[in-house]
């Protein structure tokens, strides 16, 4: 079983940074799609960002040159860096795994909270 631990979140003033920190417990295979997603009060949870095994990523068009999704140096650790945020950046953020030909597998949230 595979289980997902969020860090970083926080409140933080507009034009500032925070980096989000995703560990996986358990086998997440060495093919994998790893991402962010968040959920503001009253709207749908959408996607943030993600990163595939090869590398590539793809981003939220109201993210694109403000945040940035990498995998870490250890094993099944991925992040988002946050820079430029804004107060609509509000949201409990939540990082994903899918890893090849399984189930998507969800952390429990970290609330990112940003002041005008």
């Known amino acids: 079983q595979v289980q997902l631990v969020e860090s970083g979140g926080g409140l933080v003033q507009a034009g500032g940074s925070l980096r989000l920190s995703c560990a996986a417990s358990?086998?997440?295979?060495?093919?994998?799609?790893r991402g962010w997603y968040r959920q503001a009060p009253g709207r749908q949870r959408e996607l943030v960002a993600v990163i595939f095994s090869g590398g590539t990523t793809n981003y939220a068009d109201s993210v694109k040159g403000r945040f940035t999704i990498s995998r870490g140096d250890a094993a099944n650790t991925w992040y988002l860096q946050m820079d430029s945020l804004k107060p609509e950046d509000t949201a409990v953020y939540y990082c994903a795994v899918t890893p090849y030909g399984r189930t998507t597998y969800w952390g429990q949230g970290t609330q990112v909270t940003v002041s005008s």
């Open positions: 358990g086998s997440i295979g060495s093919i994998n799609t």
